[in-house]
DNA sequence: GAATGATTGTTCCATATGGAGCGACTTTGC
DNA sequence: GCAAAGTCGCTCCATATGGAACAATCATTC
């Protein structure tokens, strides 16, 4: 008896199932990388963050990412105290620091983000070259669609 | 500038776009259950399980679950201090209890869930019949193909 | 140019949750 | 029949993380 065996009495069969996914593919790496590489979840947010956007703040990662400002804080020091990022001074405002990727930050990052892309091959290993795209085609339309309704019922005043 | 605008530039095209949706699907309805229910996560899962396998011990849970003894513990206790389940002796066995949904219980997990069912629908509303179908079919493949991959690498070490 | 209000980043605090260990009970093996 | 090992549920402990408040800085208004 496990938790696959519900799938289909469920009366939500895509949410669980995404949720059934996420967890047994997002979970055990991210276990992996605070055991091996000694790295928070908020700290794996800023590092990926910085990945596609070198030189924010931390305020705007906090923005993107819509995680707690006290969280982006606590990861950006963890990250600069690891040599993993620099910060140098907002010129235009002296409150903000804009943040930098050092060069054992990003093969950090790789490092981590190799395993995910392994991770995922295997996961998507059972569907054809053409069931993949339409896969991913239709989960891109469903997020793309995740504006118009995260503010609708029953989300409406359920976000933090 | 949010996550949705890094979609494009992340190596694992699947596996993101399945926890962001994840995330915006989930997470907002858990924290309302939360606040307005006063209901914690593993409280959640110990009552979707007893709902579709009435009269399980706390173990059985955890074991369905994979969640830790001690979690599903608190959730018990928690549960049957609000009336929501009851525990009866396992009369083949003095350490177990087997536990019960009351109606107090069904009723909430009922009202709980009325909330994902119509977050889903919202979630796939850009979707058309036939594509939800290819969508859960396609997902449905991938589930039951957790246990292939979940002991190889990346994997293998990195569970709890 | 001073004052009031917003914003950034941080620290303090509360708490949910996982890990380790511990009694109570059961099973196994002799 | 008994000792040793295993199992069940729980409590103690450590900690990751979200909320609230606060100092420093900027913007806005008069």
């Known amino acids: 008896m496990k938790l696959i065996d519900i799938l289909d009495a469920v009366p939500i069969p895509v949410g669980y199932r995404l949720a059934f996914l996420t967890n047994f593919y997002r979970e055990p790496l991210l276990r992996r990388m605070e055991r091996e590489h000694g790295l928070m979840r908020p700290e794996w947010t800023v590092l990926i963050c910085l990945t596609y956007r070198d030189g924010v703040a931390a305020r705007d990662i906090s923005e993107i990412t819509e995680q707690p400002s006290n969280s982006v804080s606590r990861g950006v020091t963890a990250l600069e105290g690891k040599g993993l990022i620099t910060r140098s001074p907002d010129p235009d405002d002296a ?18 983000m190799a395993d995910y892309v392994v991770a995922e091959a295997e996961m998507t290993a059972s569907l054809t070259a053409a069931e993949r795209a339409t896969l991913l085609s239709l989960l891109d339309r469903m997020c793309r669609d995740v504006p118009r309704w995260q503010s609708l019922p029953p989300y409406d005043g359920a976000r933090r």
Chains 1, 2 share one sequence.
């Open 95 to 112: 409150r903000r620091s804009l943040l930098h990727l050092t060069d054992a930050g990003r093969a950090l990052h790789d490092a981590i």
